[in-house]
């Protein structure tokens, strides 16, 4: 078993994704999706802002959506698992 890593733990450094890979991958198929790096424009963490459309609720089409996380992994499985891979 390998360490605690951002991905989870156990995961041998072999099995842990390249994650700045996987953002470009999610980045060249999101085009409207933006990505900001822990200190670019004052953030904190990696964080993602894109305009939510086409959505169900016609109240909601149009809305900035920004999601943050402290660790790049985790917020390129929110975005696979929320704008598909």
């Known amino acids: 078993m390998g360490p605690?890593?951002?991905d989870g733990p156990g995961?041998?450094?072999?099995?842990?994704p390249d994650n700045?890979?996987?953002?470009?991958a999610i980045l060249a198929r999101h085009?409207?999706?933006?990505?900001?790096?822990?200190?670019q424009a004052g953030v904190?963490?990696?964080t993602a802002t894109w305009i939510?459309?086409?959505?169900?609720d016609p109240r909601e089409d149009g809305?900035?959506?920004?999601?943050?996380r402290m660790d790049l992994g985790p917020l390129?499985?929110?975005?696979?698992?929320?704008?598909?891979?």
């Open 4 to 6: 605690d890593n951002a």
């Open 11 to 16: 995961k041998a450094p072999a099995e842990v």
């Open 20 to 24: 700045v890979k996987r953002m470009e």
């Open 31 to 39: 085009r409207h999706v933006t990505y900001l790096r822990p200190g």
């Open 44 to 46: 904190a963490h990696h």
């Open 52 to 56: 939510d459309v086409d959505t169900e």
């Open 63 to 68: 809305t900035p959506v920004t999601v943050s």
């Open 76 to 85: 390129c499985s929110y975005l696979e698992a929320r704008l598909g891979r």
